[in-house]
């Protein structure tokens, strides 16, 4: 049975692409302010709707040019004054004439008087240093007379990071005045407009009024085409003419680009939209769109995308100016993370060594799975792998993932630790099982070997709250129904304290290791005359939402054998490493322990220096302390993997020696630096004579082989007399401190610092 899932539960693929979407407009939003790119993106459809969409001007301005015709030498000023006195006869609303001559030129006495004279208002729009300039320029007008105009504005432009004018601004500030820019000395003082604006270069420059000095002169020009008209005279083309690169060709003369400008301001053609807007809607679109099916979702991304480009030409019909670069960049970087994220889980979702998919896989595809959850158990995995030569591996898990899918056309999902899953109806999952399990008895042929094959079967028959925990639970069921004969058990079947407690381990482990809920205390070891503190032991604990504070005697034997000890160890291995530096620095070393059932692993010397170095940590701070909790199966890679640790510059320490498996042999077989003596024979050493002899002749013993002996479990002062008189000189203990934080440790450290030379031969 799928597991029951509150409505307002999402989905982990869901919530993964509502983050990716959260993230995509970060990232946006960092691009936009910090490299500009978006408006440069913004440029290319303004280009093609410039160029598509022309329209004519109103006529309200009209452009008067003054070329010479061949072997004609008169000056650009004493044209242009011949231009304004022919133009002031005919009423214009205002003249505005380019101040493009020399200061020398013969022709500006006879310019004055024509201005000055003047009844429309007459406007000078001088040059600047350069012809296009960017936002950060500071230019220079030139005036190259003093004329009795009525106003002054600079014809100067700045261009966006292409080379191209998009946007004017109103005003020019010149030597801490403001002119106005060409565009508005044509347009007037009564045009409102933000600054910078937007120019519509959707207006047809073949449109724009075009009237010469000559016909002025002959007559040929009707007052209404000049009568209450705004006029722009052009320097002539052979002068220093001021050529622009524009949406709709290179190389426009800056007159042109002026009178564009002030059609612009004139009519209000073109309304800006703010960036945020369509950007905010498009992240609500892609938001909307990552809840949705597979199926949908595409299809909603692809008319987001399409919808995106033709946005700002719809827009553009209706006089509105669309930012887009926003949007392109943000569903840019979105499709990125997508691809990346889309190639990460493909490679998470699958067992590298089989090929098959893995419980990842399963997790994710569990909510909208048909069909009852099976678990098969395979036994003896582990150590049938081991056996294998590692080339054989892939050849061994598929045959059987196809021995398990036989007589049924289903998805097999495999971990590393010999679970195989898929998803089989209930109606005859039980009889299909029990055909499996006469199959699974038949042996596997693996290259030349033949290898004996059973498995154990779970079936998921009940609702559980969230896919994980049904997954575990399942998972927990295989492992029951290996005990039992009939080697199939039904999740409904568990119950109990233990049984409860594997779930929610299996469930919330890594969520307890990713939110810090499982972390260090560390309990002092100290030299036995002074109290001196030269190290500690990091003790784990796991704070749960539920239960609490949680022992280590409580979890531990539950995560080893749900196979969950590696994770467990790598979390603890880069919390201490991050408390040994300080501690090393004021002296002290800081005891990991480690299981014995660890050891013998190929990858056991990586686990542990790969996660020290995650920490931060260095090898010399480090002692590697060896627990007895289950016996080493192959004693001599245990060893050589000790070595190699031991070469590396961690020190090796052997726990709770003289109980259980830790014994001589281990103390003569494995490289040690420190045995461990455990609290047992200190209680005891208080009343019995042969205690006492077997502790002073293992401290006699470690000293002659260049090993430290500490005392564990010392409570009271005359348990830390007796330890002394016996030889010990370093213990551990409730009267040297409970397991603390290592800031309390540290401050201890701080302490036995100050109060006397720090001197650690023994460490």
Not at 122 to 135: D, G, M, R
Not at 264 to 282: E, H, N, R
Not at 580 to 608: C, K, Q, Y
Request: with cysteine.
């Amino acid at each position: 049975m799928r597991a029951h899932t509150s409505r307002l539960w999402i989905e982990p693929r869901t919530y993964r692409r509502l983050q990716q979407v959260l993230l995509s407009l970060i990232a946006a939003l960092v691009v936009l302010f910090a490299l500009d790119i978006p408006k440069l993106i913004d440029e290319m459809p303004r280009l093609v709707v410039s160029r598509t969409m022309q329209h004519p001007v109103s006529g309200e301005i009209v452009l008067v040019t003054t070329e010479r015709s061949d072997g004609d030498n008169e000056t650009v000023a004493s044209r242009q004054s011949k231009a304004i006195a022919a133009l002031d006869r005919l009423n214009p609303e205002r003249i505005v004439f380019e101040g493009r001559f020399p200061a020398d030129d013969p022709g500006i006495p006879a310019l004055r008087r024509v201005i000055a004279n003047a009844k429309a208002p007459v406007i000078v729009a001088w040059p600047a240093t350069a012809n296009e300039i960017t936002a950060s320029d500071s230019l220079t007008v030139l005036r190259n007379a003093d004329l009795p105009v009525d106003g002054e504005a600079v014809d100067a432009n700045w261009t966006s990071l292409t080379g191209f004018i998009f946007e004017g601004d109103l005003t020019f500030e010149n030597g801490g005045k403001e002119l106005p820019r060409l565009g508005a000395a044509i347009a007037g003082p009564s045009v409102q407009s933000d600054s910078p604006y937007p120019i519509d270069f959707r207006y047809s420059p073949q449109s724009i009024p075009v009237v010469t000095l000559g016909d002025l002169e002959n007559g040929q020009t009707d007052a209404e085409t000049i009568a209450g008209k705004r006029i722009l005279i052009s320097a002539p083309a052979s002068g220093s003419q001021s050529l622009i690169n524009t949406p709709l060709r290179k190389s426009m003369p800056s007159t042109i680009v002026g009178v564009i400008a002030a059609e612009t301001l004139l009519t209000g053609s073109l309304k800006p939209i703010d960036w945020y807007l369509p950007f905010l809607v498009c992240g609500l679109a892609l938001a909307i769109a990552a809840t949705l099916a597979k199926l949908p979702r595409r299809i909603s991304y692809g008319l987001l995308a399409i919808g995106s480009l033709a946005a700002p030409f719809i827009a553009a019909h209706f006089d509105l100016l669309l930012p887009t670069g926003m949007v392109y960049t943000l569903l840019a970087i979105y499709a990125a993370v997508r691809i990346r994220n889309n190639w990460r889980e493909r490679a998470a979702s699958v067992d590298a060594t089989s090929g098959l998919s893995n419980f990842n896989a399963l997790l994710d595809d569990f909510p909208k799975a048909r069909g009852r959850l099976v678990i098969a158990r395979v036994e003896n995995f582990e150590e049938i792998l081991a056996s294998l030569e590692p080339s054989l591996h892939r050849n061994f898990i598929q045959q059987i993932s196809q021995r398990l899918s036989v007589g049924n056309d289903v998805r097999i999902y495999t971990d590393t630790t010999g679970h195989f899953a898929w998803f089989d109806e209930m109606e005859h999952a039980k009889s299909h099982i029990t055909g499996l399990l006469a199959l699974a008895s038949a042996p596997l042929r693996v290259s030349e070997r033949t290898l004996d094959f059973s498995c154990a079967f779970g079936i998921l028959d009940d609702d559980v709250a969230k896919p994980r925990q049904a997954i575990s639970a399942t998972v927990v069921a295989a492992e029951l129904a290996s005990k039992r004969p009939s080697r199939m058990a039904l999740v409904s079947e568990q119950g109990g304290s233990d049984t409860d407690w594997q779930l929610s381990l299996h469930s919330s482990l890594d969520h307890a290791i990713a939110h810090q809920h499982i972390y260090l205390l560390f309990q002092p070891q100290c030299l036995l005359e002074s109290g001196h503190v030269v190290g500690a032991e990091a003790l784990v604990r796991w704070k749960h939402p539920q239960r609490g504070e949680i022992s280590p005697t409580e979890f531990i034997p539950f995560i080893e054998k749900a196979g969950r000890l590696k994770p467990l160890t790598a979390h603890t291995l880069r919390l201490a490493a991050r408390s040994a530096n300080a501690a090393l620095n004021a002296g002290a070393r800081i005891s990991v322990n480690i299981s014995a059932t660890l050891l013998a692993e190929h990858d056991f010397v990586s686990l542990i220096c790969d996660n020290i170095a995650a920490g931060g940590g260095r090898p010399e701070a480090i002692t590697i302390e060896i627990t007895e909790t289950a016996k080493i199966d192959d004693f001599r890679t245990a060893a050589r993997n000790l070595e190699r640790l031991q070469k590396r510059g961690f020190h090796i320490s052997l726990d709770d020696f003289g109980t259980g498996e830790a014994n001589l042999s281990l103390l003569v077989g494995l490289p040690c630096d420190e045995i461990k003596i455990d609290r047992s024979f200190v209680a005891l050493a208080q009343h019995n004579d042969r205690a006492r002899i077997v502790i002073r002749a293992l401290n006699d013993t470690a000293r002659k082989a260049g090993m430290r002996l500490v005392a564990e479990g010392i409570e009271t002062e005359e348990e830390q007399d007796l330890l002394i008189s016996l030889g010990c000189v370093i213990g551990q203990g409730f009267l040297y401190g409970r397991p603390m934080r290592i800031a309390d440790l540290l401050g201890m450290l701080d302490a036995t610092e100050a109060a006397e030379p720090k001197k650690l031969t023994l460490y």
